[in-house]
């Protein structure tokens, strides 16, 4: 799946920015750095995805 990142702004000049494509801490991960450029946070609402395990690369090895 593509992950992006896509910022809308308002008239009023706010700001939202929704990260698409990321699951878990990987989203807040994603766009800390805007965060932290833009300034002060007025709301943050978490997607289901935030709450969905994230994929691991690794092998899973089984021990008998």
Request: net charge negative.
């Amino acid at each position: 799946m593509t992950q992006e990142i896509h910022v809308d702004i308002a008239p009023d000049g706010s700001l939202k920015i929704d990260a698409i494509g990321f699951s878990g801490s990987d989203c807040e991960l994603a766009t800390a750095f805007l965060e932290e450029a833009l300034g002060e946070i007025q709301s943050k609402q978490k997607k289901p995805e935030f709450y969905q395990q994230q994929r691991r690369n690794s092998a899973q090895r089984l021990r008998r």
